[in-house]
């Protein structure tokens, strides 16, 4: 998810060795997950039935699906649009599949209570898949002749989906941050993937604003104005997730270590710049497209920053060994 975003932000400036260098890695990466994720469930079924199960990782599993559908986007943006639909076709149906089973496994099917005592920023992954398959959807529809309708009738049914849950995931998060006591430790970077949630929002609507069809013609001032509004309340939430991360860090003097984490940082501020430059265009906003433009270095400076990270512990793994 954050190598794909990162790839398509900087090829929006023209930077195409580095986008496809990250393109290789991120396809790379996605093969290897799989073989990772299908020799877990082979070996260890309990386990991952037991996420399956669990309110704090079970919303984890949606990385599949948004992982799929934006290295899909990447590879339709560089002309593979057979591989895209490929692309298109697994996160669709596993978004569906993931989207009943997820909450009845961990929320309706549950017995422990209360629940929001388990809510962290995972839950916001939801929304992420929802929106990840409009985006792959619309970028499909303009590339694919004879489908178009139906491309942007599943765009914007999974896009007015994903609005209406990070709507009711926000609610459930606020609901949990006055009931329950926080501390510095409860803030974990996925809690980032809340920005994430609002700009892949953006992005998805800005995509589906560019699709000549009667869903998408029915439904174009709403998309282009709720999106300039998901914008507004991402932009407004990137403080106050520095001001935990001072707290967590800094106040609470948590050390700053590589963690698998700190990869749901990057991903936002990929998919933040991303989402500036294109509603941008959309609406006409320069102001929103030059703070995308500058939101591309820090996304690509983060990206390298926690990939470094990765190679330190790997290499202090193997050391040990």
Not at 189 to 218: C, E, K, R
Not at 238 to 249: N, S
């Amino acid at each position: 998810m954050a190598t794909g975003i990162v790839s398509s932000s900087v090829r929006l400036h023209h930077l195409n060795a580095i986008a496809d260098a990250l393109v290789a890695i991120a396809l790379l990466s996605w093969f290897v997950l799989c073989a990772m994720n299908l020799t877990r469930w082979m070996v260890f079924r309990h386990a991952v039935l037991a996420d399956l199960r669990d309110p704090a990782r079970a919303f984890g599993f949606f990385t599949f699906v948004a992982g799929t559908n934006v290295l899909g986007a990447d590879l339709v943006a560089d002309g593979h649009v057979a591989v895209g639909s490929v692309a298109l076709l697994i996160g669709t149906l596993s978004w569906i599949c993931l989207g009943y089973l997820i909450p009845w496994t961990c929320v309706v099917g549950n017995r422990e209570r209360p629940l929001l005592v388990r809510l962290n920023g995972l839950w916001f992954l939801w929304v992420v898949a929802c929106q990840s398959v409009a985006v792959l959807a619309s970028l499909l529809a303009v590339q694919i002749d004879g489908r178009q309708d139906g491309l942007a009738f599943l765009g914007a049914v999974a896009w007015a989906t994903g609005l209406v849950s990070y709507e009711a995931i926000a609610i459930l998060t606020a609901l949990r941050l006055i009931q329950y006591p926080v501390s510095p430790a409860d803030l974990t970077p996925p809690y980032w993937i809340s920005t994430g949630a609002t700009a892949i929002t953006v992005l998805a609507g800005a995509h589906l604003a560019d699709v000549t069809a009667p869903m998408t013609n029915a439904l174009h001032a709403l998309i282009v104005g709720l999106s300039l509004v998901a914008w507004s309340f991402g932009t407004w939430i990137i403080p106050a997730l520095l001001l935990t991360g001072w707290w967590r860090h800094i106040r609470a003097a948590i050390p700053l270590r590589y963690d698998v984490s700190y990869w749901s940082i990057v991903f936002p501020l990929g998919m933040y710049s991303v989402a500036s430059d294109r509603i941008g265009v959309v609406a006409h906003v320069e102001v929103i497209r030059w703070i995308g433009y500058h939101a591309t270095w820090i996304a690509l400076a983060a990206w390298t920053v926690t990939l470094g990270g990765l190679c330190a512990r790997m290499g202090q793994l193997l050391l040990r060994r």
